[in-house]
């Protein structure tokens, strides 16, 4: 191989180091999302079961509107928080796609330089 085409072979290798790196923390990154929403369902169970117990205890009208509105507040919480999980998921889900099509991209560069070698 001449100058220039090591000089690019060593180029791709540096890119696609840094490419399995990044696509390494993507993937933990999902797994910390992962345990991180499995915690919050925990959690907003715990809080149902919680405020459900409340009820059970609450004799007069004035107080069951109220645990219902604590209910109805826990849920709209819960409906943001996901929703909130979920549009983050989907943005690292689209930048691991990125990622493994420059993956993908660098495969085909250095088996470019490959075959220019032999020719």
């Known amino acids: ?24 923390e993507a993937i933990e990154t999902q797994r910390k999302m992962d345990k991180l929403e499995d915690k919050y369902s925990e959690l907003f169970y715990r809080v149902n079961h919680l405020v459900s117990r409340l009820d059970q205890f609450i004799g007069n009208d004035q107080e069951k509107q109220m645990t219902e509105e ?6 709209q919480k819960k409906k943001a928080v996901f929703f909130h999980l979920e549009e983050e998921k989907e943005k690292l889900l689209k930048e691991t ?9 660098i495969y085909y560069q250095k088996k470019r330089l490959l075959i220019e070698e032999k020719v």
């Open 1 to 24: 191989m001449d100058r220039k085409k090591i000089n690019q072979w060593d180029g791709l290798l540096l890119e696609e180091r840094n490419v399995e790196k990044a696509l390494d």
């Open 70 to 75: 604590l209910r109805w507040q826990v849920q």
């Open 97 to 105: 796609k990125e990622l493994q099509d420059q993956e993908d991209l």
